[in-house]
């Protein structure tokens, strides 16, 4: 039993109840998954029909559709393959000679104030961004280009690191997978129709008729493509979802405090972070996924000037993947 209750730690899964919302989320998607497997069974149908096989091929190959499904679940498990997905949908690089000096300088002063191995990405890529910015997806670190040339840069780590310790990581990937996102080539493609899509027609009666019928049923094929890309149950649990992931970025910032940057991050914050907020009225009706940038330099300062426990305890109900991290 004892071994049994190790294990969500051990592999770093999400808490019971964050696992009972993923599972709902999944649930709703019901329709868009039903959605998925008829779209994949009239595609393979007409694909039959064109080379001549048996239909009956179409009914086996219709799980097909389950895949996106099943790939968000093992998200959970293991973000096997999501690394090298997400850097080349960011239009990332691997880093320079320099940056990695960065990064290493960086993850050797975090390693200063703990007192066990610190849990490090299995991989980590660079935007060619020059505002500071970073984020995890799975095991994979992302880091900008402005943020590896910054001052700040051990603070923003140890942010991410906190959520790489837990299972926010995996959660994020799981969360991400549910939806189906075009190439980057098919989005400019659909900007682009946008921008130039209306085209006038002058004709016959017959002309326009055939035009507006041949107009509404791609409309509709449209929205039942849109639809089939997923996101329904996200749309549903946005609010409980945006109220979950504002207390992990509490929670990351904790780990900040832990190894001791919690002043650095918090001046990050004021300096980078501040000037961009904005109201958000009923932030609890909404899927905002950052409170707001002054209430968590508040608490970084707090913690910067009273004792901070262990990291050994528990991060809002997650334990962080290796023991102890202490202030200095």
Request: glycine share 8%; hydrophobic share 45%; with cysteine.
């Amino acid at each position: 039993m004892t071994q049994m209750s190790e294990l969500p730690r051990v592999l770093r899964l999400p808490s019971i109840p964050t696992l009972a919302l993923y599972a709902t989320t999944v649930v709703a998607e019901i329709p868009v998954i039903i959605t998925r497997i008829l779209l994949t069974f009239a595609a393979l149908t007409i694909f039959m029909l064109v080379e001549g096989k048996p239909l009956g091929e179409a009914d086996s190959l219709v799980e097909l559709a389950l895949i996106p499904t099943g790939w968000s679940i093992l998200a959970l498990i293991t973000p096997f393959g999501g690394g090298w997905w997400w850097l080349n949908n960011m239009g990332g690089r691997p880093p320079s000679e320099r940056e990695q000096a960065a990064y290493q300088d960086a993850v050797q002063l975090l390693e200063g104030y703990a007192t066990g191995p610190l849990r490090l990405p299995s991989m980590w890529f660079v935007t060619d961004e020059p505002q500071p910015d970073a984020a995890v997806c799975g095991d994979t670190l992302m880091l900008s280009r402005g943020l590896l040339e910054n001052d700040y840069l051990p603070a923003v780590l140890a942010h991410e690191l906190g959520h790489l310790a837990t299972s926010d990581g995996k959660l994020t990937a799981a969360l991400n997978r549910l939806i189906i996102n075009p190439l980057p080539k098919v989005r400019e493609k659909q900007r682009q129709q946008r921008e130039h899509g209306r085209v006038m027609v002058v004709g016959g009666d017959r002309l326009l008729l055939t035009v507006t019928v041949f107009g509404a049923l791609l409309w509709v094929l449209r929205l039942v493509i849109r639809f089939a890309r997923g996101g329904l149950g996200l749309w549903f649990f946005g609010p409980v979802w945006g109220s979950y992931w504002r207390e992990r970025e509490y929670t990351a910032d904790q780990y900040a405090a832990l190894l001791g940057q919690a002043e650095e991050l918090a001046d990050f914050l004021e300096v980078h972070a501040l000037i961009h907020d904005h109201p958000v009225p009923f932030i609890w009706l909404t899927e905002h996924t950052h409170p707001p940038t002054e209430l968590r330099i508040d608490r970084l300062r707090i913690a910067a000037h009273t004792s901070i426990p262990t990291a050994g305890a528990s991060l809002n109900g997650q334990h962080p993947a290796h023991a102890e991290v202490q202030a200095p």
